[in-house]
């Protein structure tokens, strides 16, 4: 019987799975996979931090549309990585995170760095609150086939992150080569439920007898990678579409009958339009606080008036926060695929809606030109208005930008066009400062071909400013615009409005603003790098920065000011009742 170390039997099943990139972080515990990993055709992606890797990760995953893995350290590798792993659990990212543990023959006896204040051999119990499952490896034989599970579980029905924590002495040990074998022989994709005729028939009724329906959708869209038969939909019914912070991009924004992002962040009009709609379908949403206002039918969705139907990959996400009138669970892009050919069964010619196009462009319009002094400002500081104007004047309609928190996540929602499903990557569901600098690099990694620029906050990019080692020792070429405000500055806008204080929120050195010079930094790193002294100079750094092909840091000074809300937050309730106070400006 053939035998082969774990480790090697381990990179050899990685490869028969199609992946092409690990990315992590040594540590003694998970060198022999390293060392198993130097005359494999993986690529090891090597960071100076687990959260950078995972955040990588991420960013790889959601734009190659492939579960990303991530190799981790023991005891503070693995808690350093769990933000990122986090990040990915609550935006449904599928991951594996392949974790060294300590000895198996060591357990109970506190050997270095291990975790067990409440139970012996336990790091991996720290993953439970949100990984679909964490294993730990007991037995070797067992290593093959809990691999297996890993991946399936993580990429099906919601995809999301898994955890396999093995006891660094399996990784060095033998095993019969057959036991990977054996579970090479199973599929590597599951088929996905559809809808059937019936409830199709019934969903597509409703629409049609609607005098105001409305398609609301979220990031589910991308990760069924069902944009194709979403717009189909809406070019036969002709029914307008609204989406989430996760849902942008789903339909292209210069869709005519595209409207935007509702809730907090939403313009009246979007928020005025799901509101008075007396039919939404929701596909692939979970409703979240902010894009649903707080849940108040007064702002945004006024459900049960409204009748809701709702699909999703996910049971436990249907009549989670609102009730509904029909509930499919069912995979999106099958679902639609079902839905669209009964509409077209039952409208062969399809629905026209030229009032409600005009309407759409005419907001649109209005938008527009209530922020054309914001994009023609020459003010130094420059406005956010303008940076994202002249970003997106500058990339390709395919560019793929990340976001961070802030305005650069805020702002990109509600008034950054974005043309393509899967061009925008932001963190949605835990909305991680630190997120979008390093998933920039996972998405260039993962698209070579295409321009990948992350828009971050100076707060977020401090994060974990060393994601450019990595850049620079793989030469991603990655350009980040810092939109610099010397301030955690959508908090400082928060706390000064409610509270009349900024303590703890601005950046300040002997009474004065403070910011590290980043292209400074950047050039240490052996990166390009410029800081921005005037409005005028912005789009042409940002277009010499892309022409370069190489990673590319941009430093510009930004107004602190906030982002305009028209929809609600109930945490504004919870600081100021009866007040009505959002955000204010912060010098």
């Excluded at 350290?73 to 990915?88: D, I, K, S, W």
């Excluded at 944009?227 to 942008?248: C, F, N, R, Y």
């Excluded at 996910?314 to 609102?322: L, V």
């Excluded at 839905?339 to 309407?359: D, F, M, Q, S, T």
């Amino acid at each position: 019987m053939k035998k082969d170390l774990i480790s090697h039997q381990l990179v050899k099943y990685l490869e028969d799975r199609g992946v092409e990139h690990l990315f992590g972080l040594c540590g003694h515990t998970n060198i022999a996979v390293l060392t198993a990993l130097e005359t494999s055709k993986i690529k090891f992606v090597n960071t100076r931090h687990e959260q950078i890797a995972a955040h990588i990760a991420d960013g790889y995953a959601r734009a190659k549309k492939q579960t990303a893995v991530v190799l981790s350290h023991l005891g503070p590798g693995l808690t350093n990585a769990a933000t990122g792993v986090a990040n990915a659990a609550l935006d449904s990212i599928p991951m594996v995170v392949i974790a060294g543990d300590v000895p198996s023959h060591y357990y109970g006896k506190h050997p270095h760095q291990e975790v067990n204040m409440h139970a012996d051999a336990a790091q991996y119990e720290i993953y439970r609150p949100f990984v679909k499952r964490a294993w730990r490896v007991d037995r070797p034989d067992l290593f093959p086939q809990i691999l297996e599970k890993a991946f399936q579980l993580a990429e099906s029905g919601r995809p999301g992150p898994v955890l396999v924590s093995v006891p660094m002495d399996i990784f060095s040990m033998e095993i019969e080569v057959e036991l990977f074998e054996k579970v090479k022989q199973h599929t590597r994709t599951l088929h996905k439920p559809s809808l059937d005729q019936e409830t199709a028939t019934r969903i597509v009724e409703k629409l049609i007898q609607a005098k105001n329906p409305v398609l609301y959708v979220g990031g589910g869209i991308m990760l069924a990678d069902a944009a194709a038969e979403l717009q189909e939909l809406v070019d036969h019914l002709s029914i307008p579409v609204a989406h989430s912070l996760m849902g942008k991009g789903a339909i292209s924004d210069d869709h005519p009958f595209t409207l935007g992002m509702t809730g907090f962040w939403g313009t009246k009009f979007i928020n005025d339009t799901t509101r008075n709609a007396d039919v939404i379908l929701a596909l692939g949403t979970r409703f979240a606080e902010a894009d649903a206002s707080s849940w108040e039918k007064e702002y945004t969705f006024d459900i049960p008036k409204t009748k809701l139907i709702h699909i999703d990959i996910d049971p436990s996400e249907i009549g989670r926060n609102y009730p509904v009138d029909i509930g499919a669970v069912a995979d999106l892009k099958q679902a639609l695929k079902a839905i669209n050919r009964v509409a077209k069964e039952l409208l062969p010619e399809g629905k026209k809606n030229e009032e409600l196009k005009a309407k759409i462009a005419a907001n649109r319009a209005e938008f527009q030109g209530a922020n054309k002094e914001h994009i023609a400002s020459n003010a130094f500081p420059m406005t956010p208005q303008r940076i994202l104007q002249e970003v997106r004047d500058v990339l390709p309609r395919n560019a793929i930008i990340t976001t961070d928190v802030g305005w650069n996540k805020n702002g990109v929602g509600q008034q950054f066009p974005v043309y393509e499903p899967g061009s925008v990557l932001t963190p949605g569901g835990l909305a991680t400062m630190g997120f979008g600098a390093p998933a920039a690099l996972g998405a260039k990694i993962a698209q070579p071909d295409r321009v990948v620029l992350s828009l971050v906050g100076d707060g977020g990019f401090g994060q974990n400013p060393a994601v450019l080692a990595t850049a620079a020792e793989e030469n991603i070429p990655v350009v980040w615009v810092i939109m610099n405000n010397y301030a955690f500055g959508t908090i400082a806008g928060l706390q000064k409005a409610h509270f009349g204080t900024t303590l703890g929120t601005l950046f300040k050195r002997d009474g004065q603003p403070y910011s590290p010079d980043y292209a400074a930094i950047a050039k240490a790193y052996g990166i390009d790098g410029v800081k921005i002294q005037s409005a005028d100079e912005f789009k042409s750094a940002l277009e010499t920065a892309i022409a370069s092909n190489k990673p590319y840091v941009i430093d510009v000074q930004m107004q602190n000011i906030p982002t305009p809300t028209a929809g609600h937050w109930n945490i504004m309730d919870i600081y100021s009742p009866d007040k009505k106070v959002h955000h204010v400006a912060v010098e």
